[in-house]
């Protein structure tokens, strides 16, 4: 595990855009498809996952991050848990508040203690949400606007409880297909202006509730399969996407979006990308 210093005050993520200071990640040591929980999974199960690649891939992701400054917090990987690459899900950071996440799947219980040790060793306040299911890779925020999405993962009653523990927030349930596990695997902002989405996610009228806030980059649906939405916004419009994901690319580009292509083909056969692998702490 990394060491690190970081203040209680300074906890702070208040969009998807803003620069990217303070970043949990964990590696892929012991990634495995155990149990299909999505779909892309179940076209990946039969030859799993090569973890040497999948740590490969990570490292260069990891070191990409450093590149630009960011600070890399790593958790200590456990062999009981073959999920725990996806860090997003384990936790949130909303305005100054740090969320640990009710997981609803059983293969992926056990992944927030991981987390809460690190931050009662740290001495780094959180509130554990333990009524409801609620995972961050449904929790998406725009300044004082917190999108939830509804699925198999994150319950509505989850989104009522988070409302009142952030009175000064306007938390917008947003349903979507739950064969997509979580809301970032179908839609992501990007920008004030700009936001990534797969449009058959989503009923039309929710779709068009979108529309009106967002200008809306669509992703196809194999763009989808491969992550496309998935993107890491890391600050000063630069992005980390998969080179595989040529049309998002190009449509990024065109936006005025630095590009950083990192190649992740191995860890998203389990169903996420770099969205999904991390978990801020701090943006400015």
């Given at each position: 595990m ?9 906890i702070?993520?208040?969009s ?10 964990c590696?892929?040591q012991?990634?495995e498809?155990k149990e ?10 039969k ?8 740590i ?8 990409s991050?450093?590149n630009a400054?960011?600070?890399v917090?790593k958790?200590?990987?456990s062999?009981d848990?073959?999920?725990q690459?996806?860090?997003r899900?384990i ?13 609803a799947?059983?293969?992926r219980?056990?992944?927030e203690k ?12 959180y509130?554990?949400?333990s009524?409801h299911?609620?995972e961050g890779?449904?929790v ?7 999108f ?5 993962r ?5 989104v ?5 523990d ?7 349930p ?5 064969k997509y596990?979580h ?9 004030p ?15 068009k ?7 809306l980059?669509?992703v196809?649906e ?10 890491l ?17 190009l449509?990024?580009r ?21 969205r999904?692998?991390?978990?801020p702490?701090?943006?400015?």
């Amino acid at each position: 595990m990394v060491k690190t210093v970081l203040d209680r005050s300074q906890i702070h993520c208040q969009s998807e855009y803003g620069t990217l200071k303070k970043v949990v990640l964990c590696k892929p040591q012991y990634m495995e498809i155990k149990e299909v929980i999505n779909d892309v999974q179940k076209k990946y199960i039969k030859n799993n996952i090569d973890r040497s690649l999948a740590i490969a891939q990570h490292q260069i992701f990891e070191q990409s991050l450093r590149n630009a400054g960011v600070e890399v917090i790593k958790l200590k990987p456990s062999k009981d848990h073959p999920e725990q690459v996806f860090t997003r899900d384990i936790g949130f950071t909303l305005g100054n508040h740090l969320f640990i996440s009710e997981m609803a799947n059983p293969i992926r219980q056990g992944e927030e203690k991981v987390l809460s040790h690190w931050l009662n060793e740290y001495d780094i306040p959180y509130k554990k949400l333990s009524t409801h299911p609620i995972e961050g890779g449904d929790v998406i925020v725009d300044g004082n606007r917190v999108f939830i999405g509804i699925s198999h993962r994150t319950s509505i009653n989850a989104v009522q409880a988070l409302q009142r523990d952030l009175p000064d927030f306007a938390i917008l349930p947003i349903p979507f297909n739950p064969k997509y596990l979580h809301l970032d695997c179908v839609f992501n902002i990007l920008s004030p202006k700009d936001a990534l989405i797969y449009p058959n996610a989503f009923d039309p009228k929710v779709a068009k509730v979108l529309s009106n806030m967002y200008h809306l980059i669509e992703v196809s649906e194999r763009e989808q399969f491969s992550m496309g939405t998935n993107v890491l916004s890391i600050g000063h419009n630069q992005v980390f996407s998969l080179p595989i994901n040529h049309n998002v690319n190009l449509q990024l580009r065109q936006r005025g979006y630095q590009v950083l292509e990192v190649d992740f083909s191995e860890i998203i056969k389990s169903g996420g990308s770099f969205r999904c692998c991390s978990m801020p702490l701090v943006r400015h």
